[in-house]
């Protein structure tokens, strides 16, 4: 039997409500970059902890730290070539990918940015995290929400995150960057509070957002952890190791879903599939 088309007097089904929550934060979070006050950069943003140099590199930890970044990035896109078909749909593969490319672009840019720390480097080290906000934003929600939603949310997150750090390097404004880094940070805690839809990736934002905001701290501390620790790690050089920790837990799904059992076109579960056997 055919279900019946949904009308204005239904209720509207789980996923159209959650597409709709979600066009709703998009909506709201655009708003405030574009009708929000001036939020100019600080006058000390280049000015890091740790000038140290070695072996000729300027900079040195704040330029190494970004490593990680890129071994996670290449490690992820080793994970997906090893992904049998079925096992994820192609919103959760599109959108790991691009996490995924976004680390190497982040490891590239943030490198390239802390080896000659000025406002020209920045932008490129911006860029970079944009491909990976786009494609972990996508990833939340096509996890949480579903398929569809991942593909729009990487899509919107691709093309506005640019035009942020563009309107940046044209204006001084720093909101519409805030607003795409710190708002869709909270957009993905919130989607972490939402269970995980039938046959996406088991992914553990919680465990995303706990890596990020260690991550944020250490940034905020720079100067106070490099002395705290007699000048020997700055809180800018933790933060990027914390930052790159964040891809652990995608990682760590990628890794499941490589030896999860295919039901019907969608990963299973072992423990799932245990008390169906039961």
Known sequence: MNALPWTPFAPMPRTARLEAGLLCAALALLALAVFGPMLPASAHQHGFADQRTWAGLPCALDVLSNLPFALA??????VLQRLRGGVVDAATRATATLFCVGLLCTALGSAWYHG????????????????????????????????????????????????AVAWWAHAGNLLPWAVVQLGGMVLVLVLACLPRRPGALALNLLAVI?????????EAADHAVFAATGGWVAGHTLKHLCAAGAALPVLAALRSAVTAPVQNGAPGQPEEMGRACA
């Open 116 to 163: 000659r720390p000025d406002d020209a480097g920045l932008l490129w080290d911006r860029l970079g995290m944009s491909v990976a906000f786009a494609g972990l934003l996508g990833l939340a929600a096509a996890s949480r929400v579903s398929a569809r939603a991942g593909r729009v949310t990487a899509a919107a997150v691709l093309m506005a995150a640019p035009l």
């Open 210 to 218: 706990a890596w990020y905001g260690a991550a944020k701290l250490f």
């Open 73 to 78: 990035g290449a490690w992820g896109l080793a």
